[in-house]
């Protein structure tokens, strides 16, 4: 009996020691558990000021949404070098006039005519191609303007050229030049001999002319980059605009191309037969009179006669 009494107490004991050692495994699961994953990550103690203070007063990572550390860097937004180029036809009632609106209206946004090409045959078939520089932040402004105000926009072409790395690359390419040229400066003045100092002369002399174009390059991306480039054609109101057709490829391409080559060819033999005419007619004379004077000659050159040939030996006497 007391046998039974002691394995029932020591079943209740073993019982009540199990269930205890769930729950604590439960609750040191859910305590140290991520986001719901049933992985168990060790418990990290919070730092205190004092060590924070202690390593430079670095701020501790923080936690992106999938529990990973993040690193607290800045991102900079780099500025991108862009060129802006436009092309646009206009029909104007008067096409002088309209050419003066344009510039008008390019020189109060703070822009300026880089090139004029006009044609006037009459008031109604007159024509005029301007080439404008605009700030670019006056660029969409002033194309509604020349479209809207100048009269029937007929077309309009936009395009951009992001040079963002092409400038990157010729200004690390000057730096580069630039440092070159000055050690080779800083060189020359060390040469001894004559040799030496011809040398470095020559490698100084074509690091300049480097330097030089890598110094254009990047004025010209400059320039191109601060001012957007827009062509502006004005044509009168009954000028008639040829839209560019697409070349044909294939065959009817390669016929097209040989018969305007035929055309050309035939153009430039004209041409030539047309300037040589007049100096062909002027000696045609002095042609014929040394033509008749080489035939005279030869009618009145006796002709040579060639003697007999004589008897030859007797060969009985022989």
């Given at each position: 009996?007391?046998?039974?009494?002691?394995?029932?107490?020591?079943?209740?004991?073993?019982?009540?020691?199990?269930?205890?050692?769930?729950?604590?495994?439960?609750?040191?699961?859910?305590?140290?558990?991520?986001?719901?994953?049933?992985?168990?990550?060790?418990?990290?103690?919070?730092?205190?000021?004092?060590?924070?203070?202690?390593?430079?007063?670095?701020?501790?990572?923080?936690?992106?949404?999938?529990?990973?550390?993040?690193?607290?860097?800045?991102?900079?937004?780099?500025?991108?070098?862009?060129?802006?180029?436009?092309?646009?036809?206009?029909?104007?009632?008067?096409?002088?006039?309209?050419?003066?609106?344009?510039?008008?209206?390019?020189?109060?946004?703070?822009?300026?005519?880089?090139?004029?090409?006009?044609?006037?045959?009459?008031?109604?078939?007159?024509?005029?191609?301007?080439?404008?520089?605009?700030?670019?932040?006056k660029y969409a402004e002033v194309l509604?303007?020349?479209?809207?105000?100048?009269?029937?926009?007929?077309?309009?072409?936009?395009?951009?050229?992001?040079?963002?790395?092409?400038?990157?690359?010729?200004?690390?390419?000057?730096?580069?030049?630039?440092?070159?040229?000055?050690?080779?400066?800083?060189?020359?003045?060390?040469?001894d001999t004559i040799g030496q100092v011809?040398?470095?002369?020559?490698?100084?002399?074509?690091?300049?002319?480097?330097?030089?174009?890598?110094?254009?390059?990047?004025?010209?991306?400059?320039?191109?980059?601060?001012?957007?480039?827009l062509t502006l054609r004005l044509v009168?109101?009954?000028?008639?605009?040829?839209?560019?057709?697409?070349?044909?490829?294939?065959?009817?391409?390669?016929?097209?191309?040989?018969?305007?080559?035929?055309?050309?060819?035939?153009?430039?033999?004209?041409?030539?037969?047309?300037?040589?005419?007049?100096?062909?007619?002027?000696?045609?004379?002095?042609?014929?009179?040394?033509?008749?004077?080489?035939?005279?000659?030869?009618?009145?050159?006796?002709?040579?006669?060639?003697?007999?040939?004589?008897?030859?030996?007797?060969?009985?006497?022989?």
């Amino acid at each position: 009996m007391r046998r039974i009494r002691y394995g029932i107490a020591l079943a209740t004991a073993c019982s009540a020691l199990l269930l205890a050692g769930c729950g604590g495994g439960s609750s040191t699961n859910a305590l140290t558990s991520d986001s719901g994953s049933g992985a168990a990550a060790p418990a990290v103690a919070p730092a205190s000021p004092a060590q924070e203070q202690a390593v430079g007063k670095q701020p501790r990572p923080q936690r992106q949404d999938n529990g990973g550390p993040v690193s607290n860097v800045k991102l900079i937004q780099q500025d991108r070098q862009v060129i802006y180029t436009g092309s646009m036809t206009v029909r104007a009632k008067q096409v002088t006039t309209a050419v003066q609106q344009a510039k008008q209206i390019v020189t109060s946004a703070g822009g300026y005519l880089s090139k004029e090409e006009t044609s006037s045959a009459s008031d109604t078939e007159d024509s005029a191609m301007l080439e404008f520089k605009v700030p670019p932040d006056k660029y969409a402004e002033v194309l509604a303007r020349l479209g809207k105000d100048l009269g029937k926009q007929l077309s309009m072409n936009q395009g951009t050229q992001d040079v963002t790395m092409q400038m990157a690359d010729v200004n690390s390419r000057l730096k580069s030049a630039q440092q070159s040229l000055d050690s080779l400066r800083t060189l020359l003045k060390k040469a001894d001999t004559i040799g030496q100092v011809l040398q470095v002369e020559r490698e100084i002399s074509t690091r300049e002319a480097d330097l030089e174009s890598l110094q254009a390059q990047q004025k010209e991306l400059a320039t191109q980059v601060a001012m957007a480039t827009l062509t502006l054609r004005l044509v009168g109101p009954v000028t008639e605009v040829k839209d560019p057709e697409e070349e044909p490829a294939g065959f009817l391409g390669g016929l097209k191309a040989g018969w305007a080559a035929l055309v050309s060819f035939t153009k430039v033999a004209l041409t030539v037969l047309g300037a040589l005419l007049p100096w062909l007619i002027a000696s045609l004379p002095l042609i014929v009179l040394v033509i008749y004077l080489a035939r005279r000659n030869r009618v009145r050159r006796p002709p040579v006669t060639t003697p007999p040939p004589g008897p030859g030996p007797d060969p009985e006497a022989a």
